[in-house]
């Protein structure tokens, strides 16, 4: 069979991810995060070079994923696993994107842990959706995302998105989210 529109041709598959803990054991491609990574994203600076010199620059979040052609028709997917903790007051957070492709939308299906997920628009508006195991997230179109684990154990998704989409960190690393979110007083604040 020809590839049409230049969608890429490919056979059916399957592979396993675990559920309970949401290891993707076939996955070939593994991004890493660190904390000093992160530099220029939290409120507390200090807080976080502390953490970095203290732990040994120790593993901020992971995203597990086996790759398909980056094209119109296919769909992304992978695993993102956020590891719990708090910058100064600040729960850690992955550092957030709009899709390059603006017009493209994405599903995140929480499987352990607990947090938020943090949204905003281009113009200003700002949302944030609790999510827990089996508790599903839709991205829509030109909405930036990140998760905020305000948990205590990692936070991982399993997450779908129209391959071609691309990741834009744009403002983000300036300007962050209109909400952050914070542990005051050992209450969740979104502030
Ligand atoms: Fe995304």
Known sequence: ??????????????????????????ATNHLIRRAS???GYYLNENALEELIKRDSDPIHYEVFEIPVPEEYGHLMYCI??????????????????????????EIYLCLKGEGY????????????????RGQMVYVPPFWAHRSVNTGTEPLISFCVYPAEAGHNYGDIKEQGFPKRIFEKGNAIRII
């Open 117 to 132: 997920m943090v949204m905003k628009t281009s113009d200003g508006k700002s949302e944030e959706i609790r999510m827990e």
């Open 80 to 105: 993102s696993k956020l590891f719990p903790g708090k910058i100064g007051e600040e729960y850690f957070f992955t550092k957030g994107h709009y899709h390059t492709v603006e017009e493209t939308a």
């Open 37 to 39: 990574d992160m530099k």
């Open 1 to 26: 069979m020809e590839a049409k529109n230049k969608t890429t041709f490919l056979n059916p598959f399957s592979l396993g991810i675990d559920l309970a803990t949401g290891d993707m054991p076939e």
